[in-house]
């Protein structure tokens, strides 16, 4: 089998996938609803200046943690952000393992 064809079956399978299915229904349940979208959009850019700091090797300062913290707590109180942040850490996930499985398939000459 050609290694294009097992790749487009590998993301034929990530379409058809539970976690893709539901990440993507939640995502457009969220895009439907301007006021859920807005507070998901201030919790990424919390989250990314948080994670931006971390990568520079800065330590995110503690306003930066308790507004991450805050809007956090804010969005689990709701049963469609909680759903909605639970279903993103699953796709999330899964493409974390296939990442990490495909890694080390070829580590041995990437080092």
Not at 20 to 26: F, G, L, T
Request: net charge negative; proline share 1%; aromatic share 8%.
């Amino acid at each position: 089998m050609n290694i294009y064809d097992t790749v487009n079956q590998l993301a034929n399978e990530i379409r058809e996938s539970e976690e893709y299915i539901e990440y993507k229904k939640m995502k457009e349940h969220i895009k439907n609803n301007s006021e859920l979208k807005e507070k998901l959009d201030n919790f990424e850019k919390a989250r990314y200046k948080t994670q931006v700091a971390t990568m520079k090797g800065e330590e995110p300062t503690q306003e930066q943690i308790e507004t991450l913290q805050r809007i956090y707590l804010e969005l689990i109180q709701n049963y469609i952000t909680k759903k909605y942040l639970d279903v993103e850490l699953k796709f999330n996930t899964m493409l974390s393992d296939i990442n990490k499985i495909l890694g080390e398939a070829v580590q041995d000459v990437i080092e």
